[in-house]
């Protein structure tokens, strides 16, 4: 079965501008989270959505924000970028919650790299 | 605010020779898990650990929750150098919000 899709994989933006990245989590699949990766921060959890409703949320400012529609794609927007929020963006899926996986596994994608200058 | 460190942040073994990592948290955890991040790949998710004094092992891999679920380690028998990469403990916090620890860099000389 199809794994974890991110769209797109590369992008540039100019500070200011916002960003939209997509994640079409594996089929069947009802939780969808949203991390960021940078060399200097490390893994970051942004926030996750089960079933259309945002579960949890990490220590970002309200810029960033996401959504999850009913087939369980899932959206994250970045508004007035900034230069630090250049980083690799990682979605994760799985069919429960991963607020407590329970002997279930939660899938990767490749994530999105955004460069913002 | 919520801390988990991990320690070492490097760390370079002999093929053969065994590997662990520690994370300890600042507050007490209601779960943490594990990943596996190979270089220019993303995080694979290796387990979830829940109850208090919790050990799991994974082949060569064993992993533990201290008894205060304040602590965990991962702990990697005779390595090998499919173990190369770096692994990232992430604790839940009582209020459902998710810290990583730094991450620890292996690598094995063959």
């Known amino acids: 079965k199809a794994g974890v899709t991110q769209t797109p994989r590369y992008l540039i933006k100019t500070r200011g501008q916002q960003v939209t990245l997509s994640c079409s989590p594996i089929s069947g699949h009802r939780s969808v989270s949203w991390y960021q990766q940078t060399p200097g921060q490390g893994l970051q959890f942004l926030f996750e959505y089960f079933s259309e409703t945002q579960r949890n949320k990490g220590n970002f400012p309200g810029r960033f924000s996401g959504r999850q529609f009913s087939n369980s794609r899932s959206e994250m927007n970045v508004s007035t970028l900034e230069l630090g929020d250049s980083a690799l963006y990682l979605c994760?899926?799985?069919?429960?919650?991963?607020?407590?996986?329970?002997?279930?596994?939660?899938?990767f994608g490749e994530g999105s790299w955004l460069t913002v200058v | 605010g919520q801390q988990v460190m991990q320690i070492p942040q490097y760390q370079h073994v002999q093929e053969g020779e065994d590997f662990t990592t520690y994370c300890n948290s600042s507050?007490?955890?209601?779960?943490i898990q594990w990943y596996k991040q190979r270089p220019g790949g993303h995080p694979v998710f290796l387990i979830q650990l829940v109850k208090s004094g919790e050990v799991k092992k994974q082949k060569r891999l064993t992993f533990q929750f201290g008894e205060a679920k304040k602590n965990s380690s991962l702990h990697i028998t005779a390595t090998q150098t499919t173990d190369v990469g770096t692994y990232f403990c992430?604790?839940?916090?009582?209020?459902?919000?998710?810290?990583f620890g730094q991450g620890t860099t292996l690598q094995v000389k063959p």
């Open positions: 994760a899926s799985s069919l429960v919650s991963q607020q407590d996986v329970s002997g279930n596994t939660i899938y």
């Open positions: 992430a604790g839940r916090s009582n209020t459902g919000k998710l810290i």
């Open positions: 507050t007490t955890l209601s779960n």
